[in-house]
C-alpha cells in the first residue's frame, strides 16, 4: 500500500509516491490536463496495485484532476493545507517546492487516517457554479451601479438621489431622464450612464435567470430544506454547494465542525468552558446564521430556543451560536433524507 501526495497547481501536478513509513519512492510532475491524468494513473497502476491518492485541497486547481481520478475508479481523500504546515517543517529539505509540496501531502494523509474523501456530486457542483456565477454577477452590477451613481451626481445631484435604489423600477424612469438631461457638454457623459444602465438591466435579467434555476434545481434536490424555518430557495442552495455531499461527513458533529459552528472547548479543567470557533467553510457559517437571524424574527422553535437560553444565561452572542448549532443538525438531517439510494450514490473513497 502506498500514498500519492499531489500538490495541485494551474499548469502541472507534482506527484510524490511515499510507503506506510512516509519514505519517498518516487515522484513524477505532469500536466493538468485530462490526457496527462490518465496517463498518471497509469503509472501508478503499473507499479503500485495498492495505493491511495492524497490531494491537496485546493478545488478551485484540482477540480478536474479529482474527477479523473475518481472516473478512472481510483481512492481519493482530501488534505487541508493547514496539514502541511508541520509536515513541512519536519522534512529535512529546507524551503519550499512543488516536490517539498507533495510529500507534506502525502505524510500529512499518513498521520490524518480520517481525513475527508473525494467524491462525485455532479449536482452540488453545478449548484455550486451557479450560485457562484450569480453572487459574481451581483458583484458586478454593484460596481457597475457605484460608477453610474458617481456620473449621476456629476450631471445632476437630484438626478442621483432619486436612483439610491437601484436597481429597480427607476431603470427605466432613469433612462427617460438621462435623454432629457443631455446637452452640448455632456453629450460624452450622458452616453457612458445610457451603457451603464443598459449594462445593469442585462445583468439584472441574467441573475433573474439564475436564481429561477436555482430554485428550480433546489426543489428537486433538497425540497426539505425549504420546509426548513427561514430557509428560502437561494439560502439552500448555498447549503448544498458548500456541503458538497452530505454523505462525505461521518456525523452531524462532523458537518457542524465543517460548518464552523462547534463549540471549542478552551479548558482542560473543566467541561463547560467553550469559545466561538473562527475555523470551518465560512460561506456555510454565513447561510447557517442567515436562518438563524431569520428565525428569531419568526414565532416558532427557533425563537422559542434563543430566549430559553437568553434565561439561562447565555448572552445573546452564546444563544444565537447555539441556535446556529441546533439549526446544522436540523440541515444535517434534511440533506441526508435527500440523499439517493445508496446503489447510486457517487464513487468515493472510504
Not at 137 to 145: C, D, M, P, Q, S
Request: aromatic share 4%; glycine share 8%; proline share 7%.
Amino acid at each position: 500500500m502506498v500514498l500519492l501526495g499531489i500538490a495541485p497547481h494551474k499548469d502541472t501536478h507534482t506527484v510524490v509516491v511515499v510507503d506506510q513509513a512516509g519514505r519517498q519512492l518516487d515522484q513524477r510532475t505532469v500536466p493538468a490536463r485530462t490526457l496527462e491524468h490518465g496517463r498518471l494513473v497509469g503509472w501508478a497502476w503499473t507499479h503500485w496495485p495498492e495505493r491511495l491518492w492524497a490531494v491537496e485541497d485546493c478545488r478551485h486547481v484540482s477540480g478536474r484532476l479529482e474527477r479523473d481520478l475518481l472516473a478512472a475508479g481510483e481512492r481519493v481523500v482530501r488534505v487541508p493545507p493547514r496539514l502541511m504546515a508541520g509536515a513541512r517543517r519536519g522534512l529535512r529539505a529546507p524551503g519550499k517546492s512543488d516536490p517539498i509540496d507533495a510529500l507534506a501531502v502525502a505524510r500529512a494523509a499518513l498521520r490524518e487516517p480520517d481525513l475527508p474523501s473525494a467524491g462525485h456530486d455532479q449536482a452540488s457542483w453545478e449548484v455550486k457554479l451557479l450560485v457562484d456565477h450569480r453572487e459574481q454577477l451581483i458583484a458586478e452590477r454593484t460596481r457597475t451601479i457605484n460608477r453610474l451613481r458617481w456620473h449621476l451626481h456629476q450631471l445632476d445631484p437630484d438626478l442621483e438621489q432619486a436612483t439610491r435604489r437601484l436597481p429597480g423600477p427607476g431603470l427605466d424612469h432613469l433612462t427617460t431622464s438621462l435623454a432629457q438631461a443631455a446637452d452640448a457638454s455632456s453629450v460624452v457623459q450622458v452616453r457612458i450612464c445610457q451603457a451603464q444602465v443598459t449594462a445593469i438591466k442585462i445583468l439584472t435579467d441574467q441573475i433573474s435567470e439564475l436564481e429561477g434555476q436555482l430554485r428550480r434545481r433546489v426543489a428537486r434536490l433538497a425540497p426539505s430544506l425549504l420546509g426548513l424555518p427561514g430557509c428560502g430557495p437561494l439560502t439552500a442552495a448555498k447549503l448544498l454547494a458548500e456541503t458538497a455531499g452530505v454523505a462525505r461527513f461521518r456525523s452531524e458533529a462532523c458537518f457542524a465542525s465543517h460548518a464552523g459552528v462547534a463549540p471549542v472547548p478552551v479548558s482542560s479543567g473543566r467541561t463547560d468552558r467553550h469559545r466561538l470557533s473562527r475555523g470551518g467553510n465560512r460561506q456555510l457559517n454565513a447561510a447557517l446564521h442567515r436562518i438563524a437571524i431569520t428565525q428569531l424574527r419568526l414565532p416558532g422553535p427557533g425563537q422559542a430556543y434563543y430566549q430559553r437560553r437568553r434565561a439561562q444565561g447565555d448572552g445573546s452572542g452564546a444563544a444565537i451560536r447555539a441556535l446556529k448549532r441546533r439549526i446544522a443538525r436540523a440541515v444535517y438531517q434534511r440533506l441526508r433524507v435527500a440523499l439517493p439510494p445508496a446503489d447510486t450514490l457517487p464513487t468515493a473513497a472510504p
